[in-house]
């Protein structure tokens, strides 16, 4: 039982470029989620997921796609990446009880 | 607007003290309240887990306590250990714990 797992731990990215962050999980949580978390602030909820095929925005959604066609992916998306999207990006996912279960997350440099 | 508030933003104590760290919030209406335990490059971890009616629960070493009424947790480390220093979260949520509202998170810094 791993839990939930973040790939890749470390990117870096040039201005502009795309990529997916991937996170998945073996608990068979329904509700899914991505934080970023930067340094002197708590981490902020980018989108989210209550099952497979329904996303919706959290606080800082731009810049960021989703999407969730099974219950254990919930890959990130950045469209074109930017320096501000420099942060360390961490997976969520929740089940019964309130627990949630965090990722180890990943953290991105945008150059 | 939904808060919360963490104190102090760091702390150093040395190993086998204890330590209170503090969480006040301005999140209604209320749900839940919980501290979770965040190392230097790992996700948080939870610690302890509250609702509206309870007013305090242990896991170990760690106590958290609540008041709805002031809207204030704290959460004591008794016996402090090296392995203690983290940061540690308050994270309050305003729904059916889908919707969380996170402290900025206190620094501890357990030294021998």
């Known amino acids: 039982n791993a839990g939930v797992t973040q790939t890749p731990k470390f990117q870096v990215l040039k201005t502009g470029q795309s990529m997916t962050l991937q996170c998945a999980q073996d608990?068979?949580?329904?509700?899914m989620s991505w934080y970023r978390q930067d340094p002197g602030m708590g981490l902020r909820l980018i989108h989210y997921?209550?099952?497979?095929?329904?996303?919706d925005q959290g606080e800082v959604p731009n810049g960021y796609n989703v999407s969730r066609s099974t219950t254990e992916d919930f890959p990130l998306r950045l469209l074109s990446a930017a320096p501000s999207q420099t942060s360390v990006y961490f997976c969520?996912?929740?089940?019964?009880?309130?627990?949630?279960?965090f990722g180890s997350g990943t953290r991105l440099t945008v150059v | 607007k939904n808060q919360v508030e963490q104190s102090p933003q760091s702390l150093i104590i040395l190993e086998g003290k204890n330590c209170t760290l503090q969480c006040n919030y301005t999140v209604s209406p209320f749900s839940n309240l919980r501290w979770y335990k965040q190392d230097t490059g790992r996700g948080p971890v939870s610690l302890t887990i509250m609702t509206f009616s309870e007013n305090t629960k242990s896991n170990g070493r760690y106590t958290a306590t609540l008041d709805a009424d002031t809207k204030q947790s704290s959460l004591h480390i008794t016996a402090s250990q090296l392995s203690d220093s983290a940061s540690y979260i308050c994270v309050v949520s305003n729904q059916a714990g889908t919707a969380l509202i996170f402290g900025k998170g206190t620094t501890l810094s357990v030294s021998s």
């Open positions: 997921s209550v099952g497979a095929g329904i996303t």
């Open positions: 969520a996912s929740m089940g019964g009880g309130y627990g949630y279960t």
């Open positions: 608990m068979n949580h329904e509700y």
